[in-house]
């Protein structure tokens, strides 16, 4: 399938990647038809005027009848979800997102909606996997036997799963992506709800600003991840809705780092050096992941292009504009 000649629905648009997947499509040419978000406009990270902004619960029928209503591709990308703080304290919150997925899927059945896109997660993965820092990358295989993140990641996981089962039985098409820790401008970086880049971002910013210059880590700090840029994500999420790869697919960068390496790299994007308070009982996910990129190199030709270092460096750039533009003169 090609994008082009195709009317598209965003779910979740109001969000970090929904909002940067919106204007990307736009600027690519394709048809976005319309956005949708639970959260009142005000609070959308990106808005675009060609196309209907709607504001709708999409846990409820109903509104995913309207939403899906005259598409033939819909993107779903809205969920209750966070950063590790958010996820480990909100389990139910995050499994309640499975009423989001369920209906958008049975209204797009419901309508004839050609191609669904889901947005799953790494927190898939099988936590004996991830025991480690010294990680050996996951393989798409290693999501079973079954032992995903509490929570959000088994959410996500029946999910993946119900996507394949309207695909068999149904013959509605849906294609599966699992991003590994995406990262960038326009996101959150406050609240509860921000992942690690924005949350260490905001954390050297404010102790460059104040002049107390300490930086409270999440755990030891020799946790391992991989972070993707979001114009690496948008172009996988695109390649990924219009292949014939019915599986899910890692989408992910491989650069493999440490919470301290991360920590690195923004005080000297700052060029600052902070001293280091390991709180070791907050919440820190699994010791080790990465995202093994072998079969979609081979199916579609896609890899990570941006390195954390410059990524970063925008995303810094844009929480210090956001952070010194609410600082009271
Ligand atoms: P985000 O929180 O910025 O965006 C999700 C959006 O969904 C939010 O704007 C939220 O208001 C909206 N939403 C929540 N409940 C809704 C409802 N009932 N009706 C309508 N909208 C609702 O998160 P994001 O980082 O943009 O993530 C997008 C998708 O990608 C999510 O499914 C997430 O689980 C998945 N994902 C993201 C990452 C990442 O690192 N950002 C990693 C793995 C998977």
């Not at 920590?263 to 280091?276: C, P, S």
């Not at 995202?291 to 990524?311: F, H, T, Y």
Request: net charge neutral; with cysteine; proline share 3%.
């Amino acid at each position: 399938m090609k994008l082009e000649n195709q009317s598209v629905v965003v779910c979740g648009g109001g969000g970090f990647i929904g909002g940067h997947l919106v204007k990307y499509l736009l600027g690519q040419g394709v048809h976005v038809i319309r956005s949708i978000d639970i959260k009142p406009r005000a609070d959308w990270y990106q808005e675009s005027h060609d196309v209907e902004n709607l504001v709708l619960d999409l846990s409820e029928m109903s509104a995913c009848l309207r939403a899906v209503t005259g598409a033939d591709v819909v993107f779903n990308l809205a969920a209750d979800m966070g950063g590790m703080g958010f996820i480990e304290n909100n389990k139910a919150l995050c499994m309640l997102t499975v009423l989001i997925n369920t209906h958008v899927l049975m209204a797009a059945r419901e309508k004839g909606i050609q191609r669904v896109f889901y947005a799953s997660s790494a927190c898939v993965y099988n936590g004996d996997k991830q025991k480690s820092p010294q990680v050996t990358a996951l393989k798409e295989e290693d999501a079973y036997p079954a032992m995903p993140e509490d929570g959000y990641g088994w959410e996500k996981l029946f999910s993946e799963r119900m996507c394949r089962h309207f695909e068999e039985d149904f013959g509605l098409q849906c294609r599966v992506a699992r991003y590994h820790n995406v990262y960038g401008p326009l996101g959150t970086y406050d609240g509860g709800r921000e992942k690690a880049p924005a949350a260490i971002c905001r954390k050297v910013i404010q102790a460059k600003s104040s002049g107390k210059h300490e930086i409270e880590i999440w755990g030891d700090g020799h946790q391992t991840r991989s972070f993707m840029y979001i114009d690496d994500c948008l172009k996988g999420t695109r390649m990924i809705l219009e292949s014939e790869i019915h599986e899910p697919l890692n989408l992910g960068s491989n650069e493999l780092v440490t919470i301290n390496q991360l920590v690195d790299l923004a005080e000297e994007i700052a060029g600052i050096k902070l001293k280091r308070n390991y709180k070791l009982d907050a919440p820190k996910g699994v010791n080790g992941r990465n995202s093994d990129n072998a079969k979609i190199k081979k199916l579609l030709g896609w890899e990570p292009s941006i390195r954390l270092r410059d990524g970063l460096a925008k995303t810094y750039a844009w929480i210090e504009s956001q952070m010194m533009a609410t600082v009271p003169k």
